[in-house]
T-cell receptor, first 114, second 113 residues
Framework: GQQLNQSPQSMFIQEGEDVSMNCTSS?????WLWYKQDPGEGPVLLIALYKAGELTSNGRLTAQFGITRKDSFLNISASIPSDVGIYFC??????????????FGKGTLLTVNP | EADIYQTPRYLVIGTGKKITLECSQTMGHDKMYWYQQDPGMELHLIHYSYGVNSTEKGDLSSESTVSRIRTEHFPLTLESARPSHTSQYLCASSESGDTDTQYFGPGTRLTVL
């Protein structure tokens, strides 16, 4: 399958700071998805991007679909303690015929110090 | 808000027992998936289904089996649980199409003693 390189692996920040993380791939994606996972829970979809160049916000979160279609970033502004968790990027690739499977980045662990 | 459910949320069981992890979704999605994830680690696809009576093995080899008799239901079974099966199991579903935006259930945390 395709590989997504997600960075950074982990971040330790102070409450109120802005955060930025990104995903890159050697292949073109038609969709970029960003998920957040709290400990012991399933990933929750934060933002879905379907068009190159698209910039989408969800509250304090902003994500962009890179123009080259090989990268995406997620920004969190004015972080708060409940932002703690693991953030995953994901993108679908053709697994056979017209079927798609998601490939996931390895995640960015975010810790926010109050 | 995604309507996908998993039961049980937590399961502690002895070696050799047969277990079934339940997953149901009420969104009418054709595609369903099972992932295995160790704490803080990446997700590994172990099974998927593109519709009723369709099941495929994922990228990570697993001793578990799945069935898809109804659109909304995608149970995972382990015939004989072992300590190496201890992990978090996540179910997901998505609509047909090329965006494959998947929605996840809350997961089942399995511990095999």
């Amino acid at each position: 399958g395709q590989q997504l390189n997600q960075s950074p692996q982990s971040m330790f920040i102070q409450e109120g700071e802005d955060v930025s993380m990104n995903c890159t791939s050697s292949s073109i994606f038609n969709t970029w998805l960003w998920y957040k996972q709290d400990p012991g829970e399933g990933p929750v979809l934060l933002i879905a991007l379907y068009k190159a160049g698209e910039l989408t916000s969800n509250g304090r979160l902003t994500a962009q679909f890179g123009i080259t279609r090989k990268d995406s970033f997620l920004n969190i502004s004015a972080s708060i303690p409940s932002d703690v968790g693991i953030y995953f990027c994901a993108g679908p690739w053709i697994s056979g015929g017209s079927n798609y499977k998601l490939t996931f980045g390895k995640g960015t662990l975010l810790t926010v110090n109050p | 808000e995604a309507d996908i459910y998993q039961t049980p949320r937590y399961l502690v069981i002895g070696t050799g027992k047969k277990i079934t992890l339940e997953c149901s979704q009420t969104m009418g999605h054709d595609k369903m998936y099972w992932y295995q994830q160790d704490p803080g680690m990446e997700l590994h696809l172990i099974h998927y289904s593109y519709g009723v009576n369709s099941t495929e093995k994922g990228d990570l080899s697993s001793e578990s089996t799945v069935s898809r008799i109804r659109t909304e239901h995608f149970p995972l079974t382990l015939e004989s649980a072992r300590p190496s099966h201890t992990s978090q199991y996540l179910c997901a579903s998505s609509e047909s199409g090329d965006t494959d935006t998947q929605y996840f259930g809350p997961g089942t945390r399995l511990t095999v003693l």
